[in-house]
């Protein structure tokens, strides 16, 4: 039941877009957008606080060794399973 609740309190947080004007969206301040996912990305926007955890840390070196600075989304690219991506962001509430 936990894990349902977290499951559900990281989706509230990380926003998810589905449509494609929210993509092209800035995200509000304090936030980040990133591109998760490993065929077909998905947009998440994160708060920036996230980036001085050191299981975030853990996905941005997947994504420095796989595209380097070049990201082909434009913005920052995780290349990793959206799950994952969800539990790793979860445990950061």
Do not use: W
Not at 8 to 20: E, N, R, V
Not at 57 to 74: A, R, T, V
Not at 77 to 92: A, H, M, N, W, Y
């Amino acid at each position: 039941m936990a894990f349902v609740r977290n499951l559900l309190g990281a989706k509230k947080i990380l926003g998810a877009a589905t449509s494609k004007r929210a993509t092209s969206a800035a995200p509000p301040k304090g936030f980040l957008a990133v591109y998760v996912g490993e065929s077909q990305k998905k947009r998440y926007v994160v708060p920036i606080s996230y980036l001085s955890q050191p299981s975030f840390q853990d996905l941005l070196s997947k994504s420095e060794e796989e595209f380097g600075f070049d990201h082909p989304m434009g913005g920052l690219t995780i290349p990793c399973p959206e799950d994952t991506f969800i539990d790793v962001t979860s445990r950061l509430q």
